[in-house]
């Protein structure tokens, strides 16, 4: 029988609110590829991988014989040797420590110095440079291009732990490469040693300059000295060191100040006891005064006749009475004289305080000019001070600049002993040439065949791998089952082979594998997706919806076979055609009534779903048992609102009572928007994909389209997958035809 052309589509969906319970023990997503897919990729293209492998081999073998015959390299090497950049001291035996970055950094300055465009200017100007085969065949009278040449070609490197800098010049002759190299160290240490030594000279010169500016400064600094020594008149302006020193005037300044101020607080006592005198001159007599009193003679006196006549008085009063002439005569006397003595006592206090005041305000005047005598003595004194601290501020500015001259003289005369040492002294310049560079016995590593001939291998390997992953990265196809997998989320329920890869399909319709070929591998992959579809966890699935997402993907074969798979297990099978725009499903069943009119031929599911009849008479026979047919009907003007009707609903809830299976092939997804209303009619969805035509992004917009609408897609057929190397069916042809090759022979017995 000959194979129907018609291909079989491939989609993708998910049902309403996701795939079912058994979905994850049928697919999982994944994301990164498994070391099993990249081997697989590998195997896939391993002759282009080894093609590429051995090519890189080869043309590294061969370009390292013409490289080797036609442009040999030597490498020459001279090592400099560099001194700490810092200034040494001549004069000390220990060796100043220098920080190892200081260093590096040093060398690294010299290095780029040496890379110079003067510095390589002048090598190319050398006379040993000039004569060589290498500067005729460089140069040519290009001497920017010589320069390009040694810049890339001539190398200094410095160690970053050794205190050397490496010279390398590298070029087709041994001896030339050498030759360079010695006039590059050369030429460099002789122009770093006589910068060095001029500098050092021009250091010289400049401080021998400076020394004599400084003694004509110290002469000046001792002549003004002197002139405030004739000014002053004074000699002894200098400070002695070591002890302390007061000049006579300062010692006279500060005993008239001193003096001064004893006077004042004796002027102060003085005028306080002043006061005081004056408040006892007009109060009571103090005692003092009473003490001046008692010794009075004229009061010792007075005294003596007052207690003579209180004698006498007491005696009378004791004979006479008081009241006699006599008592009272002596009374009389007695108070005269009392008269007396205190009239005498007032005397002497007054005269006594008086004294006393008059002597105190005597004394206080003489002190007050004492004061001012003392006072004119100090301003006097003051001056000189004065003129002293002048002479001695003014003196000890001159001896200060004086002693720092006189210091810088010493250091500058130091420094001037230092570089001439310096100056003479062979280690001066800091680069010196610790080895020449003798001539290179070999090439350089990259003109060694180890590392053109496996280099080549390397590279023409990674070259084969990089073209292996690109194609492999390019071709965008949902070809093997991890595709499914990793790009779609969707359940896997069933994988269709390529029909190429088994022979017992060979003149086989593959609309009919299940039915005419069923011991074929194909044949079992139909029946293993009707198994998962009653295991996939969904319940109720009676109506089921094959669509894909563009036409000639295979999911008409996809339906047919289901069907025929479902009727094989003794259920009762009803299959659609709704793919109203191209109609596929007569020619996969051709009709064969004999009794039928030309009208009722051509009744199908237009014919219902317009009125013209009922269901019944539009089903036909298939010629398969337990397996009934509705064809798409004649052709109608508006596919997409008789789908959409509720006479399609009605239909399908009508011989979803009778059947035990009612399987739907619709039109393709991206293409009408049909097969959107029938995904909503029927209870489930499944996809198919075509492994040769299909691509990610075709079967991400299919699963999506459905998904919009709320279609219940629970799964996907992948349809036409090639046995690649590395593939899916290789090894599983081998292991079927083994498995089933006694009981084919069976059979055929």
Avoid at 503 to 509: H, I, L, N, Q
Wanted: charged content about 25%.
């Amino acid at each position: 029988m000959k194979r129907n052309p018609i291909p079989m589509d491939v989609g993708r969906g998910a049902g309403r609110g996701g795939p079912g319970p058994g979905s994850a023990r049928i697919g999982t997503a994944a994301r990164a590829l498994t070391p099993k897919e990249i081997f697989g990729m590998l195997r896939r293209h391993i002759w282009l991988v080894l093609f590429m492998t051995t090519l890189g081999g080869a043309v590294g073998g061969g370009g390292w014989v013409l490289v080797r015959r036609y442009a040999p390299l030597y490498k020459a090497e001279a090592i400099l040797k560099v001194l700490p950049p810092v200034d040494t001291d001549p004069m000390e035996i220990v060796a100043m420590q220098v920080q190892q970055d200081l260093q590096y950094g040093h060398r690294v300055s010299l290095s780029n110095l040496m890379k110079r465009q003067d510095s390589l200017q002048a090598l190319l100007r050398s006379d040993k440079v000039r004569q060589t085969h290498w500067f005729d065949q460089k140069v040519r009278g290009d001497v920017r291009r010589a320069v390009a040449y040694l810049d890339d070609n001539l190398n200094a490197f410095p160690h970053r732990e050794a205190e050397h800098i490496i010279v390398s010049m590298t070029c087709g002759s041994p001896k030339e490469a050498a030759l360079i190299v010695n006039e590059m160290a050369r030429l460099f240490v002789s122009q770093h040693g006589d910068t060095q030594r001029q500098d050092v000279n021009q250091k010289l010169i400049e401080l021998t300059g400076r020394r004599s500016i400084v003694e004509r400064e110290i002469a000046d600094g001792e002549r003004a000295m002197q002139r405030v020594r004739e000014e002053t008149g004074l000699t002894d302006l200098e400070r002695p060191a070591g002890r302390y020193f007061q000049h006579t005037i300062t010692l006279q300044l500060n005993d008239l100040e001193l003096q001064e101020h004893q006077l004042s607080l004796a002027i102060r006592q003085l005028r306080a006891d002043i006061e005081n005198l004056r408040t006892l001159a007009e109060g009571p007599i103090s005692d003092q005064v009473e003490y001046a009193i008692q010794r009075d003679p004229v009061m010792i006196s007075l005294a003596q006749q007052l207690a003579l006549l209180e004698g006498q008085l007491s005696g009378r009063r004791t004979k006479f009475g008081d009241s006699h002439r006599v008592v009272r005569q002596t009374q009389e006397l007695i108070d005269e004289i009392q008269q007396k003595r205190n009239q005498r006592r007032m005397e002497i206090a007054e005269q006594t305080r008086r004294a006393n005041l008059y002597n105190a305000r005597d004394t206080l005047r003489v002190l007050e000019q004492r004061q001012i005598e003392l006072q004119h003595l100090r301003d006097q004194a003051l001056e000189k001070q004065k003129a002293l601290d002048d002479a001695r501020a003014r003196y000890e500015q001159y001896t200060k600049a004086r002693d720092e001259r006189v210091e810088m003289l010493n250091q500058i005369k130091t420094q001037i002993e230092k570089l001439r040492i310096m100056l003479d002294d062979p280690a001066t310049p800091k680069v010196q040439v610790a080895g020449w560079a003798p001539e290179p016995l070999e090439m350089v590593l990259s003109r060694h065949v180890l590392l053109w001939g496996p280099g080549g291998t390397m590279l023409g390997l990674m070259l084969g791998l990089g073209l292996t992953f690109l194609i492999e990265m390019l071709n965008d196809l949902v070809r093997t089952p991890s595709d499914v997998r990793r790009f779609l989320r969707l359940p896997l329920l069933g994988v269709i082979p390529e029909a190429n890869e088994d022979r017992a399909v060979d003149d086989v319709d593959l609309c009919h594998v299940v039915r005419d070929a069923p011991y074929s591998l194909l044949g079992e992959c139909y029946r293993r997706c009707r198994t998962n579809l009653d295991l996939s966890g969904e319940t109720g699935l009676k109506t089921l919806l094959v669509g894909s997402g563009a036409p000639g993907d295979g999911k008409t074969s996809v339906a047919c076979n289901l069907a025929a798979a479902f009727a094989a297990k003794y259920e009762k099978v009803l299959l659609i055609d709704a793919n109203l725009r191209q109609p596929s499903l007569h020619l996969a069943f051709p009709r064969t009534g004999s009794t039928e009119t030309g009208e009722t031929r051509r009744q199908g599911l237009t014919s219902v779903l317009t009125g013209q009849c009922d269901y019944q008479a539009a089903i036909r026979p298939s010629g398969i048992a337990g397996l009934d047919l509705i064809y798409a009907g004649p052709p109608t003007a508006s596919p997409a609102e008789v789908l959409a009707s509720h006479r399609m609903k009605d239909l399908i809830e009508t011989v979803a009572r009778h059947y035990d299976r009612v399987i739907v092939d619709s039109p393709p997804v991206l293409l009408v928007s049909d097969v959107k209303v029938l995904a909503r009619v029927a209870d489930a969805t499944l996809l198919v994909f075509n492994a040769a035509t299909t691509t990610r992004g075709a079967a991400q917009r299919t699963l999506f389209e459905l998904q919009e609408v709320g279609a219940n897609v629970v799964g996907c057929v992948l349809f036409g997958a090639e046995a690649m190397k590395g593939g899916y069916f290789r090894q599983q042809f081998r292991a079927y035809r083994k498995y089933l090759k006694p009981q084919l022979a069976a059979n055929s017995a």
